[in-house]
């Protein structure tokens, strides 16, 4: 039995844990990667990375019209892993993106995105999660703070914090259009949540997240540990981030005009496979946290628009 090493809803307070598993995992044969020490340090530091030249004018051309794609063949679809928002028949996210889109598919396994994943988590990875969150103009809702290891490992079973989030921004993420909001440093400390986990709590949870959310004393503590800190993810179409599976983040409701897309490949350590839920309760779906089939991905050295030149062409 895998020893629970941060537990959480089991009582009826929150409270404040010390990280214990590394952020950069050391102990490994594939250190090497595109990563520098500046950026590994910093990385280690705050929990997270934004790129902006990572892929090519033409590549965000091609990752849009896959989105808008990805938009239309999913409207008015009533599927488990198709999530709407909660006033509204609106596209909140769909998941899966991996499984169900070639494109997502090769995109998933990217040299680019896949070798900075395999750096920072020291082993060879596969994809535990993906979705495409679109936070549609005026009627995006919000998603409050909460640190996405929580959900993992009280509800999926993932072990320990050796995950990394990488989302691709599709759509300019502006001050105004509901950016992603992150904590520097966060992700060295864990917030046991109050509460019980209910069957199917995923049903709620994804239209809006009430379990597993840090209370208003530990955020504070949190920011009050950054200096004052939050940060925001801004930064035009085709920027990257990486952040740390256990960094507080969470992003504002969108009251704009202009939608706030992002695609998320959630990469996951190959040694650090999903266990039983610590909840004691059943696992999540499959779409939520993949159990089935898992192997290290073989990363594909090509560029996005080469992609969807392969496949037209088949």
């Known amino acids: 039995m895998v020893a629970d090493l941060y537990p959480s809803r089991i009582g009826e307070k929150a409270s404040i844990l010390r990280r214990q598993d590394d952020v950069i995992h050391k102990n490994s044969n594939l250190m090497g990667g595109p990563l520098s020490k500046e950026e590994l340090a910093r990385y280690e ?5 934004l790129f902006q030249d990572l892929f090519s004018k033409e590549d965000i051309d091609v990752l849009q019209q896959e989105l808008k794609r990805v938009l239309n063949e999913n409207k008015g679809k009533q599927s488990d892993d198709v999530i709407l928002e909660p006033d ?3 596209v909140r996210s769909v998941f899966e993106i991996h499984k169900n889109s070639e494109f997502f598919k090769r995109l998933s396994k990217n040299k680019k995105l896949v070798s900075i994943a395999q750096q920072l988590l020291g082993s060879q990875v596969y994809i535990t999660q993906s979705r495409i969150n679109f936070k549609p103009g005026f009627k995006g809702k919000e998603f409050y703070w909460h640190s996405d290891f929580e959900t993992w490992h009280v509800e999926d079973g993932m072990p320990n914090m050796r995950a990394v989030s990488c989302s691709i921004i599709l759509t300019d993420n502006h001050e105004f259009n509901g950016p992603l909001m992150l904590i520097p440093g966060s992700h060295k400390w864990y917030v046991s949540c109050p509460g019980a986990t209910p069957d199917d709590n995923y ?16 955020l504070k503590w949190l920011v009050d540990k ?3 800190q939050i940060d925001r993810a801004t930064g035009p179409a085709g920027s990257v981030l990486f952040f740390e599976c256990n960094i507080m983040h ?3 409701g969108n009251i704009s ?3 706030r897309s992002n695609v998320f490949f959630v990469f996951n ?6 266990v039983e839920p610590f909840s004691g309760g059943k696992p999540r779906p499959e779409f939520l946290a993949n159990r089935m089939n898992i192997e290290p991905i073989e990363p594909i050295d090509e560029s996005i628009a080469n992609t969807k030149v392969l496949m037209e062409s088949k």
């Open 203 to 218: 049903k709620q949870s994804l239209k809006k997240q009430e379990l597993g959310v840090p209370d208003h004393e530990s």
């Open 45 to 49: 530091e705050n929990g997270y990375l």
């Open 250 to 252: 969470g992003s504002s």
């Open 88 to 90: 509204s028949d609106e």
């Open 226 to 228: 950054a200096d004052g």
């Open 269 to 274: 350590s190959i040694e650090n496979k999903l």
């Open 257 to 259: 005009p202009f939608s």
